[in-house]
């Protein structure tokens, strides 16, 4: 009889053992996979980096009219500048981008050129999301 029970505990800690190890493979082999989904390499990084060291903006003036805030903008970096989305205080915020002539830009903010971001009015910060996951932002 105690060899009987001497036998049936290692079986039990043998498979504990098996279970347990089995369960460590699957955590680390789905936490690896996740990690190699979303890596990036080193030279990634660095270009994103410079793409957004590119990214300039001078706040040439801030006007209120109404229900509406209208922010001048100057890109003085080496790149045109893409919104990719316009947030007043964390929250999306429709806009719209013109030049001095009333010409819509279609969400590109020229180099060397003076344009104007009209929002409505509402929030005390404004943050200009760019295309290279850049964040801008504007106090107003």
Do not use: C, W
């Amino acid at each position: 009889m105690a060899k009987r029970r001497a036998v049936s505990e290692v079986i039990a800690a043998t498979l504990l053992i098996a279970v347990v190890a089995t369960a460590s493979f699957l955590a680390i082999s789905g936490a690896s996979k996740k990690t190699a989904e979303t890596q990036h390499s080193v030279a990634d990084a660095l270009e994103l980096k410079g793409r957004q060291v590119q990214e300039l903006l001078s706040i040439i003036s801030k006007k209120s009219a109404g229900d509406t805030i209208t922010i001048e903008l100057l890109n003085y970096g080496l790149k045109d500048i893409i919104i990719t989305d316009v947030l007043v205080d964390g929250t999306g915020a429709p806009y719209t981008l013109v030049d001095s002539s009333g010409v819509n830009q279609d969400g590109k903010i020229i180099r060397n050129k003076i344009l104007a971001l009209q929002l409505q009015k509402g929030g005390q910060t404004v943050q200009i999301i760019t295309d290279t996951k850049n964040i801008l932002k504007i106090t107003i």
